[in-house]
């Protein structure tokens, strides 16, 4: 907080008491500014940040004016910039270790420029959840649990050696073991604050999060959003989030939802409409009586998949439902008077039944909950629905359409092919369409006890009749903490559930990002030899190609409920109105509709089930209460002792060299094309992540330290090394240059006309002191928010890209790591500018950079284009200028 000394409006500093205690707030409502009450509630948590932070350096008094002014500046054309200090900050360990590992970098060059290295810490309060490391290695058995933990110790020990150092050695860090659950179910249920307690200062919990799905705790009225890793550390040194003042989507909720429809239909429901709706960049909020109908673990699932309709950040305000939600997730109840007693002294507090309250918003749109049917989304993307009873002939469709997100691209007299293979002593038939994965998984599901528990009665009924899940298919569940656990244990459904394999794998973010393991070798073998299209279904959010397992062609989500039914189906291609899922001891046909469970039954057991002392019990002991955790030994001291023989933890090269005065900006002269990618190149295209191929760079460097493939780990887990995140960087099987025929990741060598793997070629061009960079179509950098997606790039010598459009966490992060974005102008393509990428171009860089401004680029020595120059905001520029974020932050720790 500024200084009341400095902060302009201090005069609304005023005191509250509750209960026996007496707290300090800004009274918004001291503005005596009738605007204040018309705007929308995320706004005014905006607004609050801004007044309370506002010191007239970072942030201004005009920025405060300019958000109360919020109905006139929030115009695209206008483009208005405001601050926003976040109150905390989050990370998962994907994101955590190299985040970590920047810090502890940081540290030794602020030494070494003559600077003292205590002083690096993270400023803002954050929290770092180990939740991504574990990976489905053993399924279908009760130790599996066990034996996955197991192998996550012996293969992630120096990453969690080094998480354990930081922990220590870093303050103001708060981490959360591994075992404990995925990072964003646990910030809903344990570390969201709702309304901060700093010094008897009362604020609003906000937040930014080196995940996507960070947008998960919105839906319990805590506004934030998905930055990248680079984003995500600045703010933990105290700086401020640069933004657009973003437009309002006001969401009408209307009708009530069908007796057979989850709040998975829902969302993806949602993410389809919106998408459609066009919500780039914007901030939605729901409002209208029928959202009170919405439990506040619904509000969770449908905040999850903000990034999938993309945008800026979803909000739904506290209301009597999130009070409930909070007594019912174990909060002291002084602190839920603090929350209660504080949001309404604001106007921050909802009653979605008074019209009166609703605020202006920059455009509306509805959703009448009667319309919405059972769905999945896929093949390919997560905003692609497909309704239940149509899902047969689609995926059939998709067999034939040509290859692209919803197709195959296979031969008509193909499509009933059938394989058969021996498993277990026993004859099987896979064909295309036959599931090979089954997961509940991810936490935008796991949160929900209706759909969770919904699933268990759904197993509960399919074993009493009888049906079982072919052995084959890898069935797996993976809760998001261990509140889930519990009541599954209390309600008596994981036996059923575990009579169908899904036993408990794992607490933490499993089959969704890819880390779901092998599958048996004879399943493998018959997909790869007959080039089947294989299926995977899962809770998940994201379905991006060749993300959740190598064999798994088309990925479906579906809410946990229809991952049981496609697993006993065996088959996605089932009309389940007309199909039975099997058949019972005595041979009578078994149909969906048979088993389903009726959600009165769902309701009442979720009422008795589901208590505090299930979250008093699980989060009593979050820290301490992994025994392999509480045994590891970490190095003390304020600088970390890197070791030179460490294959996953590395000291980056970010910093080499560094000076303390600001180098010339330099134009890129003659740059050759790495890469020419077409539309939605999404960070999983460009970020290393999943298993490490025996036959990539990664593999060749690793085997090169001594390491047997099967140590070789995820992409993921070593995150904290750059010679292997580099090696990696679009190394993603499914990634389409258009410089060569395949899929993979190839390019070609312009110089020598070779075709090679891009880290080879960018090192080609390294050698040869030639720059590099990037084509790409729309939507480049979609999916979620990974930092290595700009690092590894950076590593490769890529200094610019130009594409059609981007992600707005990529593109942030491109340039935090001093990579110039640029974007075609409005209609214009690579291909419209018979540019094929083989030419070489130049980009000269005028001394005195400008936000949005349009410049030209030399094709040859033939003709040239113009192109904007993403930078949106002059913070942006002032990042660019010091080479990055971090370098600006070590000098300005220096100063």
């Given at each position: 907080?500024?200084?009341?000394?400095?902060?302009?409006?201090s005069?609304?500093?005023?005191?509250?008491?509750?209960?026996d205690?007496?707290?300090n707030?800004?009274?918004?409502?001291?503005?005596?500014?009738?605007?204040?009450e018309?705007?929308?509630?995320?706004?005014?948590v905006l607004?609050?940040?801004?007044?309370?932070?506002?010191?007239?350096?970072?942030v201004?008094?005009?920025?405060v004016?300019?958000?109360?002014?919020?109905e006139?500046?929030?115009?695209?054309?206008?483009?208005?910039?405001?601050?926003?200090?976040p109150a905390?900050?989050?990370?998962?360990?994907?994101?955590?270790?190299?985040?970590?590992?920047?810090?502890?970098?940081?540290?030794?060059?602020?030494?070494?420029?003559?600077?003292?290295?205590?002083h690096?810490?993270?400023?803002c309060?954050?929290d770092?959840?180990?939740?991504h490391?574990?990976?489905?290695?053993?399924?279908?058995?009760?130790?599996?649990?066990?034996?996955?933990?197991?192998?996550?110790?012996?293969?992630?020990?120096?990453?969690?050696?080094?998480?354990?150092?930081?922990?220590q050695?870093?303050?103001?860090?708060?981490?959360?073991p591994?075992?404990?659950?995925?990072v964003?179910?646990?910030?809903?249920?344990y570390?969201?604050?709702?309304?901060?307690?700093?010094?008897?200062?009362?604020?609003?919990?906000?937040?930014?999060?080196?995940d996507?799905?960070?947008?998960?705790i919105?839906?319990?009225?805590?506004v934030?959003?998905?930055?990248?890793?680079?984003e995500?550390?600045?703010?933990?040194?105290?700086?401020?989030?640069?933004?657009?003042?973003?437009?309002?989507?006001?969401?009408?909720?209307?009708?009530?939802?069908?007796p057979?429809?989850?709040?998975?239909?829902?969302?993806?429901?949602?993410?389809?409409h919106?998408?459609?709706?066009?919500?780039v960049g914007?901030?939605?909020?729901?409002?209208?009586?029928?959202?009170?109908?919405?439990?506040?673990?619904d509000?969770?699932?449908?905040?999850?998949?903000?990034p999938?309709?993309?945008?800026?950040?979803?909000?739904?305000?506290?209301?009597d439902?999130?009070?409930?939600?909070?007594?019912q997730?174990?909060?002291?109840?002084?602190?839920?008077?603090?929350?209660?007693?504080?949001?309404?002294?604001?106007?921050?507090?909802?009653?979605?039944?008074d019209?009166?309250?609703?605020?202006v918003f920059?455009?509306?749109?509805?959703?009448?909950?009667?319309?919405v049917?059972?769905?999945?989304?896929?093949?390919?993307?997560?905003?692609?629905?497909?309704?239940?009873?149509?899902?047969?002939?689609?995926?059939?469709?998709?067999?034939?359409?040509?290859?692209?997100?919803?197709?195959?691209?296979?031969?008509?007299?193909?499509?009933?092919?059938?394989v058969?293979?021996?498993?277990?002593?026993?004859?099987?038939?896979?064909?295309?369409?036959?599931?090979?994965?089954?997961a509940?998984?991810?936490?935008?599901?796991?949160?929900?006890?209706s759909?969770?528990?919904?699933?268990?009665?759904?197993?509960?009924?399919?074993?009493?009749?009888?049906?079982?899940?072919?052995?084959?298919?890898?069935?797996?569940?993976?809760?998001?903490?261990?509140?889930v656990?519990h009541?599954l244990q209390?309600?008596?459904?994981?036996?059923?559930?575990?009579?169908?394999?899904?036993?408990?794998?794992?607490?933490?973010?499993?089959?969704?990002?890819?880390?779901?393991?092998?599958?048996?070798?004879a399943?493998?073998?018959?997909?790869?030899?007959?080039?089947?299209?294989?299926?995977?279904v899962?809770?998940?959010?994201?379905?991006?190609?060749?993300?959740i397992?190598?064999?798994?062609?088309?990925?479906?989500?579906?809410?946990?409920?229809?991952?049981?039914?496609?697993?006993?189906?065996?088959?996605?291609?089932i009309?389940?109105?007309?199909?039975?899922?099997?058949h019972?001891?005595?041979?009578?046909?078994?149909?969906?509709?048979?088993i389903?469970?009726?959600?009165?039954?769902?309701h009442?057991?979720?009422?008795?089930?589901?208590?505090?002392?299930?979250f008093?019990?699980?989060?009593?002991?979050?820290?301490?209460?992994?025994d392999?955790?509480?045994?590891?030994?970490?190095?003390?001291?304020?600088?970390?002792?890197w070791?030179?023989?460490?294959?996953?933890?590395?000291?980056?090269?970010f910093?080499?060299?560094?000076t303390?005065?600001?180098?010339?900006?330099?134009?890129?002269?003659?740059?050759?094309?790495?890469?020419?990618?077409?539309?939605?190149?999404?960070?999983?295209?460009?970020?290393?992540?999943?298993?490490i191929?025996?036959?990539?760079a990664?593999?060749?460097?690793l085997?090169?330290?001594?390491?047997?493939?099967?140590?070789?780990?995820?992409?993921?887990?070593?995150?904290g090394?750059?010679?292997?995140?580099?090696?990696?960087?679009f190394?993603n099987?499914?990634?389409?240059?258009?410089f060569?025929?395949?899929?993979?990741?190839?390019?070609?060598?312009?110089?020598?006309?070779?075709?090679?793997?891009?880290?080879?070629?960018?090192?080609?061009?390294?050698?040869?002191?030639l720059p590099?960079?990037i084509?790409?179509?729309?939507?480049?950098?979609?999916?979620?928010?990974?930092?290595?997606?700009?690092?590894?790039?950076?590593?490769?010598?890529?200094?610019?890209?130009?594409a059609?459009?981007?992600?707005?966490?990529?593109r942030?992060?491109?340039?935090?790591?001093?990579?110039?974005?640029?974007?075609?102008?409005?209609?214009?393509?690579a291909?419209?500018?018979?540019?094929?990428?083989?030419?070489?171009?130049?980009?000269?860089?005028?001394?005195?950079?400008?936000t949005?401004?349009?410049?030209p680029?030399?094709?040859?020595?033939?003709?040239s284009f113009?192109?904007?120059?993403?930078?949106?905001?002059?913070?942006?520029?002032t990042?660019?200028?010091?080479?990055?974020?971090?370098?600006?932050?070590?000098?300005?720790?220096?100063?």
């Open positions: 907080m500024a200084s009341e000394g400095l902060n302009p409006f005069h609304l500093l005023s005191e509250i008491k509750i209960g205690d007496s707290f707030y800004y009274n918004l409502l001291g503005l005596e500014d009738s605007r204040y018309r705007l929308p509630f995320s706004i005014r607004l609050e940040s801004a007044v309370r932070n506002c010191d007239n350096f970072q201004k008094k005009e920025d004016n300019n958000i109360l002014d919020w006139n500046n929030q115009n695209d054309a206008k483009g208005v910039e405001v601050p926003f200090r905390r900050v989050i990370l998962q360990d994907f994101t955590g270790v190299p985040a970590v590992v920047d810090f502890a970098a940081m540290r030794d060059a602020v030494k070494e420029l003559g600077g003292d290295p205590k690096i810490n993270p400023i309060p954050a770092l959840v180990i939740d490391s574990v990976q489905v290695e053993f399924s279908k058995t009760s130790s599996a649990l066990q034996k996955n933990q197991e192998v996550e110790f012996e293969r992630n020990y120096e990453r969690f050696v080094f998480l354990k150092w930081g922990s050695a870093l303050k103001n860090l708060l981490t959360v591994p075992g404990s659950g995925i964003h179910q646990v910030n809903l249920e570390l969201a604050r709702v309304v901060f307690d700093e010094d008897k200062l009362l604020f609003p919990d906000s937040l930014v999060g080196t996507s799905h960070t947008t998960m919105n839906g319990l009225g805590v934030g959003w998905g930055v990248g890793g680079i995500a550390e600045a703010v933990m040194l105290g700086q401020a989030v640069s933004m657009v003042l973003p437009k309002v989507v006001g969401y009408c909720i209307t009708g009530t939802l069908s057979l429809a989850t709040s998975t239909d829902v969302v993806l429901t949602i993410t389809k919106l998408r459609q709706v066009g919500v914007k901030f939605v909020e729901f409002y209208g009586p029928r959202v009170e109908q919405l439990s506040l673990a509000r969770a699932t449908i905040s999850n998949m903000c999938e309709y993309r945008c800026h950040s979803w909000f739904l305000p506290v209301d439902t999130t009070i409930h939600y909070l007594r997730s174990n909060r002291e109840e002084n602190k839920i008077s603090q929350i209660e007693t504080y949001l309404k002294a604001v106007k921050m507090y909802r009653n979605f039944m019209t009166s309250q609703d605020p920059s455009e509306v749109a509805s959703l009448d909950l009667a319309d049917v059972p769905s999945l989304s896929g093949p390919k993307r997560p905003h692609d629905r497909v309704s239940v009873t149509t899902m047969k002939d689609d995926f059939r469709q998709c067999l034939g359409n040509k290859v692209g997100f919803k197709g195959f691209g296979l031969p008509s007299d193909k499509h009933d092919k059938t058969p293979f021996v498993y277990e002593g026993q004859e099987y038939t896979p064909r295309h369409g036959s599931v090979v994965i089954a509940i998984t991810s936490c935008t599901n796991t949160n929900n006890p759909v969770m528990l919904g699933a268990g009665l759904l197993t509960k009924n399919a074993v009493e009749a009888g049906l079982t899940v072919a052995p084959y298919i890898k069935t797996s569940l993976s809760p998001g903490s261990g509140v656990t009541y209390h309600s008596g459904v994981t036996p059923y559930l575990a009579k169908l394999g899904f036993d408990i794998v794992g607490y933490g973010c499993m089959t969704c990002i890819g880390n779901s393991g092998p599958l048996p070798e399943i493998v073998e018959a997909i790869e030899k007959n080039d089947l299209v294989c299926c995977g899962l809770s998940g959010n994201r379905n991006f190609e060749g993300r397992h190598p064999n798994t062609r088309a990925n479906y989500l579906a809410s946990p409920l229809l991952v049981i039914a496609y697993a006993l189906a065996g088959r996605v291609d009309d389940f109105e007309k199909e039975p899922l099997g019972s001891e005595n041979g009578n046909s078994v149909y969906l509709r048979d389903w469970p009726q959600r009165t039954e769902i009442s057991v979720e009422q008795e089930h589901v208590i505090p002392a299930m008093k019990e699980v989060y009593s002991r979050i820290t301490t209460g992994n392999r955790w509480n045994k590891l030994e970490a190095p003390e001291g304020m600088l970390y002792p070791d030179s023989k460490s294959t996953y933890i590395k000291r980056p090269p910093f080499d060299g560094m303390k005065e600001l180098s010339p900006i330099k134009s890129i002269k003659d740059a050759h094309v790495l890469l020419n990618l077409g539309d939605s190149v999404t960070t999983d295209h460009i970020s290393p992540a999943g298993s191929a025996r036959n990539s990664a593999a060749r460097y085997a090169s330290r001594g390491l047997t493939p099967r140590e070789f780990n995820s992409y993921g887990s070593r995150r090394n750059d010679a292997v995140m580099a090696r990696g960087t190394a099987i499914r990634l389409v240059n258009k060569v025929g395949k899929s993979g990741p190839y390019t070609i060598h312009m110089s020598s006309g070779e075709e090679l793997e891009v880290f080879d070629a960018a090192e080609r061009y390294r050698e040869e002191n590099v960079i084509l790409a179509g729309k939507e480049y950098g979609s999916g979620s928010s990974r930092d290595w997606a700009a690092k590894g790039p950076s590593l490769l010598g890529v200094r610019a890209v130009i059609e459009s981007y992600e707005r966490i990529h942030s992060n491109l340039v935090g790591m001093g990579i110039i974005p640029m974007q075609f102008l409005e209609g214009q393509t291909e419209s500018l018979g540019i094929t990428g083989k030419e070489t171009l130049t980009i000269d860089l005028p001394e005195e950079l400008k949005g401004m349009i410049i680029v030399q094709v040859n020595d033939d003709h113009e192109a904007i120059l993403r930078f949106d905001t002059e913070v942006e520029l990042y660019f200028r010091h080479g990055g974020i971090l370098n600006y932050m070590i000098r300005k720790m220096i100063q």
